[in-house]
């Protein structure tokens, strides 16, 4: 398994190119949004990647900037036209407390 640790003044573009190169992989199925913890899974369900993002969840900038990046990478995901799939669960009560 592979981590990512993700800074706050991490660039939407850069990091949406590294998400997509990885969610491309044929061996790839499934990236799972939870949070500050993003997992992407293989078709046997074996973690391959753990990104956290050591950020702000209170902080809007940051907000937006994560949803963006989720949009980015969930349009990424539809038009693949395979079987790889997402969760989405960004933004929680959870999170903010």
């Known amino acids: 398994m592979n981590e990512l640790e993700i800074c706050p003044d ?3 573009d850069e990091l949406t190119l590294k998400i997509n190169s990885i ?7 499934l990236l799972d949004i939870n949070g500050p913890d993003w997992a992407i899974y293989d078709y ?3 973690l391959k990647y753990h990104i956290h993002f050591n950020v702000d969840f209170y902080d809007l900038e940051t907000r937006i900037k994560l949803e963006d990046l989720k949009l980015n990478i969930i349009h990424h995901i539809e038009s693949l036209k395979d079987e790889t799939s997402y969760r989405d ?4 009560i959870v999170f903010l407390d």
Not at 89 to 92: C, D, E, V
């Open 10 to 12: 991490f660039d939407v």
């Open 23 to 29: 969610m491309s992989r044929w061996s790839i199925h």
């Open 44 to 46: 046997e369900m074996n």
């Open 89 to 92: 669960n960004l933004i929680n």
